[in-house]
């Protein structure tokens, strides 16, 4: 569940691993998500700033993505492409990424991941100040800590 503006949005999806690392070739895998956007303002009266009640305003998103990585003993470094639209709309806003996953432990890992999101879209006009390289999409930096369940591998 990511939250942001007032609204929420709710996801559910799949991934496959394509193929496993072999020597040189990373492993590579593909996956999508189903993303449900929804204002819960809209179901309690409330009004905004300029008096106007909210809206309920749902929306459906749709992603695809792939991730290349390889694995140097404890460190996975990847590289990736995500695809995040709507379709209903006609507007797909690719993000490129790369990062690396430190497995700490069995269960735990750290992550560090940098993003061009959106790299195909002038921010010239935006309503917020975005910084990305020529004006294009937003950088973004995400630090991770993750809870690996089920049986893992031992690095």
């Known amino acids: 569940i990511m939250t942001g503006g007032g609204g929420r949005m709710y996801g559910h ?7 496993e690392e072999r020597c040189a070739r990373p492993a590579v895998m593909v996956g999508g998500r189903l ?25 459906l998103f749709e992603e695809v ?4 990585s390889w694995r140097f003993g404890s460190l996975t470094p990847y590289v990736g492409l995500d695809l995040f639209a709507q379709i ?14 430190w497995r700490a432990s069995r ?10 999101m959106a790299f195909v879209t002038d921010q010239q006009y935006a309503t917020v100040a975005f ?13 991770g800590f ?10």
């Open 13 to 19: 999806g799949m991934a496959t691993l394509l193929l």
């Open 35 to 59: 993303n449900f956007w929804a204002n819960p303002y809209g179901l309690t009266g409330r009004k905004d700033a300029n008096g106007r009640a909210f809206g309920l305003d749902p929306r």
């Open 65 to 68: 993505y792939g991730y290349a």
């Open 88 to 101: 209903e709309n006609a507007i797909v806003r690719p993000t490129l990424l790369g990062g690396v996953d």
């Open 107 to 116: 269960r735990f890992s750290l992550q560090v991941e940098l993003k061009q």
């Open 131 to 143: 910084i990305g390289p020529g004006n294009y999409g937003a950088l973004a930096l995400n630090l």
């Open 146 to 155: 993750n809870v690996h369940f089920g049986a893992g591998d031992t690095p």
